[in-house]
């Protein structure tokens, strides 16, 4: 089966790079839709979710509206994800601005700049973080990921991916080849931390409510003395992309390193931020807040994040929307 999938993939990419970006991003956004309406499973989770982040302040048909557009987000990110990753650096900047704050710029102008570690998140067409180091001369963007259990798949995807420049290493496997990475100048290590960490990870608020969170970029931050900076993908028109670097997060204070805890806090309450500036723009079908059982990570009881299901009655409303769009 492995074989039929990765010929099938193969020439699903073909086709999206042969394509101009826009069609792309059409494409994408008519799946999404599609996707919408037979993805059940997937559309549960994100109304769910935007009905726990959301109520009361929109109502059943604007959470249904929100979630239509995010599933066609979602679907245009993807479909662009595969053109860009073959889009030349030239052919990129009409479509991707790049907004640094103060502190990061000079950090880039100096001739040595040092490392600095970036919390990012599955906000717009996310793959795009890979080709910061090309827009911004002096640093070479390095990541993380978890390779796919299809050997074929994962190395078709990989090579998509390493197209930017960007280096990508297993977390599983080759975190010493990271280590030595981060302990050289000019290094822009970008960590994906706004899914569900799992039983190990933190547990702290989220849109309002408690959610399992990698401690990851506060971990390396402190580690190797690097400064710490959120970046989040905006999509301002279709295919249409701003990267925009927060302000720095504040690793020490008053000469003493801050606690994971209060540094993972701050960076959760950037993605707030950007959330709400757009919130078709997140990645809503995955399920942030899922229940944990036994201990955080600083030893503290953890609470069960409440179930993300909407009440019965907006349960009712939502359905009621259903059947008068369908």
Not at 34 to 41: I, K, N, P, S, T
Not at 289 to 317: C, E, H, L, Y
């Amino acid at each position: 089966m492995e074989p039929i999938l990765y010929l099938l993939a193969r020439a699903l990419v073909a086709v999206m790079q042969a394509l101009p970006l826009r069609w792309v991003a059409r494409l994408g956004r008519a799946g999404g839709a599609v996707a919408f309406r037979v993805d059940a499973r997937h559309r549960r989770v994100a109304l769910a979710n935007l009905t726990m982040c959301f109520e009361p302040e929109k109502s059943p048909r604007e959470i249904r509206e929100l979630a239509r557009e995010n599933f066609r987000r979602i679907g245009e990110n993807y479909a662009c994800a595969i053109k860009t990753a073959a889009m030349s650096l030239e052919s990129l900047r009409s479509h991707v601005q790049f907004a640094l704050p103060p502190s990061l710029a000079s950090l880039a102008a100096e001739p040595q700049p040092p490392s600095v570690v970036v919390a990012i998140g599955h906000f717009g067409n996310f793959e795009l973080y890979a080709r910061f180091g090309q827009f911004v001369t002096g640093y070479q963007c390095v990541t993380t990921y978890r390779g796919l259990r299809q050997p074929l798949l994962n190395e078709l995807l990989q090579n998509l991916r390493e197209r930017s420049g960007c280096k990508f290493f297993e977390r599983r496997f080759e975190a010493a080849a990271l280590k030595a990475t981060m302990n050289q100048p000019g290094i822009i290590l970008g960590l994906l931390a706004d899914q569900h960490s799992g039983q190990g990870g933190l547990r702290l608020p989220f849109l309002g409510h408690d959610c399992g969170t990698s401690a990851a970029p506060a971990i390396f931050a402190l580690r190797y003395k690097c400064p710490l900076y959120t970046g989040v993908c905006y999509r301002v028109g279709l295919a249409q992309w701003r990267l925009e670097a927060g302000e720095p997060i504040p690793t020490h204070e008053n000469g003493q390193a801050r606690s994971t805890t209060d540094i993972m806090r701050d960076i959760n309450r950037a993605f707030e931020d950007a959330v709400r500036r757009d919130p078709a723009n997140w990645f809503w079908v995955h399920n942030r807040w899922k229940r944990i059982r036994g201990r955080n990570a600083a030893g503290n009881q953890s609470r069960r994040a409440p179930d993300p299901q909407p009440t019965a009655d907006r349960v009712s409303a939502i359905k009621g929307d259903e059947a008068n769009s369908a």
